[in-house]
């Protein structure tokens, strides 16, 4: 197949291309580079040496024989690239990882949020205007999050792959079945732009029938992959700081560089989780399992394992003996909730997943302790609050 991920020198997005490009596929990397500029604007850095993008596909082109294009263009800004490579290179699928990804970067400054919301929005709907503008008949795969449902805000009811089967009352009394989106519940600026990809979504693929696969993604933890351990020149992003790093990779790091865990409040949040190397094979498996054209958007929870913070903290603290440190929370969030969500769809698919239990120390020794000298402790602090003390945003 030919597909175009957008966003793949990221994250989630540089292991995926190199896994689509391992298993045969003709990828197509686009990325303006914007996640590296914003490293500069907080002045941190990776954990892991991460390579120039030029460096990166020079090596996998040697080792592999194998040439991933690269296009260095902002996909919300430059709607007539974005058109002309669609046109030009007709993908089967496109993956969507194009977006600011930090809730905390979200909500420094009315700057950060306004940053969010027009790089989140446009990116999306210029790749669905590009899409329908071009006739191509792209697969589109989307990186969403759990975040958009509020993690379990309905007691009792275990969230379902994105639509809430309900009853309504009619105007003559009766009560008929509906099924709705999952009611949008955003805890951040950046989680609310996902709820608004939903509805950019729902409304491309009723108007021009664009076939789309949302993955609502749990957080990502680990840092490399088959691909990315072959050679030091493809090693993977570790962010740790306050704003990029989440929750269990900045555990495993402060556990090997001896300091205390930063549990927010109390640690009774749960969070869905999901190993990197998971999260690539879920984004392989959406794409060999395309919706029909004219189905309805797929939704599914893209997650293996749900935990609470204060659980997470404990376990790690067990394995490596730091310390935990429990701090005022800096977000505006429910110090406690409960989580239960399906996610049938990917374990029918085939995914078999890595386990907690079975990746944690690989990830401490291998990564975290392995680059400890790189890290700047005066990062770590979470400075990004929800609420100031003049009720606005502060960094
Ligand atoms: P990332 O910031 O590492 O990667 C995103 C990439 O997209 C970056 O390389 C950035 O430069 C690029 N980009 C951003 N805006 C762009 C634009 N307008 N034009 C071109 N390129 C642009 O983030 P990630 O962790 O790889 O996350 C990828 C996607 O997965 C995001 O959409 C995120 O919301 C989602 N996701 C991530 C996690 C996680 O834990 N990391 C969890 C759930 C969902
Ligand atoms: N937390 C701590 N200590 C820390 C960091 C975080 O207790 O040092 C807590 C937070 O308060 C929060 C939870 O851990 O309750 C998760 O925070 P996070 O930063 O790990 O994750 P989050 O902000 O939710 O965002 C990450 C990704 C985002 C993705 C989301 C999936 O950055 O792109 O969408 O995970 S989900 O959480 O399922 O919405």
Not at 96 to 109: C, D, G, L, T, V
Not at 272 to 289: G, N
Not at 306 to 319: K, N, P, T, Y
Request: aromatic fraction near 8%.
């Amino acid at each position: 197949m030919r597909i175009v991920v957008f966003g793949g020198d990221g994250f989630c997005g540089w292991p995926t291309a190199l896994r689509l490009s391992d298993i045969g596929h003709d990828v197509v990397i686009v990325d303006n580079l914007s996640r590296r500029n914003i490293d500069n604007e907080l002045e941190v850095s990776s954990l892991t040496p991460i390579q120039p993008i030029g460096t990166r596909l020079a090596t996998w082109k040697e080792l592999k024989v194998k040439d991933i294009p690269f296009l260095n263009f902002n996909i919300a800004e430059h709607y007539h690239r974005l058109l002309t490579l669609l046109r030009d290179f007709e993908p089967d699928a496109v993956v969507h990882f194009a977006e600011q990804r930090a809730a905390p970067y979200s909500m420094k400054s009315s700057w950060h949020k306004r940053y969010t919301v027009n790089n989140n929005l446009n990116a999306t709907n210029n790749l669905l205007a590009a899409i329908v503008e071009s006739g191509v008949d792209a697969h589109v795969v989307h990186l969403g999050t759990m975040g958009v449902y509020g993690y379990g805000m309905i007691e009792g009811v275990p969230i379902p792959e994105g639509y809430l089967k309900v009853k309504v009352e009619t105007q003559a009394g009766d009560l008929i079945d509906q099924e709705i989106l999952y009611p949008a519940n955003p805890g951040s600026i950046y989680h609310m732009t996902k709820t608004q990809d939903q509805l950019l979504f729902a409304y491309y693929n009723k108007n021009d029938k664009v076939r789309v696969t949302d993955l609502h993604q749990g957080i990502v933890w680990g840092t490399q992959t088959e691909q990315t351990k072959i050679h030091q020149n493809l090693i993977n992003r570790f962010d740790y700081d306050g704003d990029y790093g989440t929750v269990l990779n900045r555990f495993l790091m402060q556990a090997a560089i001896g300091y205390p865990l930063t549990v927010h409040g109390t640690g009774g949040q749960t969070r869905a989780f999901i190993h990197l190397q998971d999260s690539v094979r879920c984004v392989e498996l959406a794409i060999t399992h395309p919706p029909q054209k004219g189905e309805r958007v797929r939704i599914i929870n893209q997650m293996t394992e749900a935990h609470r913070i204060a659980d997470l903290a404990q376990l790690v603290s067990r394995l490596t003996g730091a310390t935990i440190d429990y701090l005022d929370n800096p977000r505006n969030e429910a110090e406690i909730n409960s989580l239960n969500v399906v996610n049938s769809t990917l374990v029918r698919m085939g995914l078999k997943p890595t386990t907690l239990e079975s990746g944690l120390m690989e990830e401490v020794i291998g990564i975290a302790r392995a680059f400890a000298s790189r890290a700047d402790l005066s990062k770590i602090p979470c400075r990004s609050k929800w609420i100031g003390d003049a009720g606005q945003p502060t960094s």
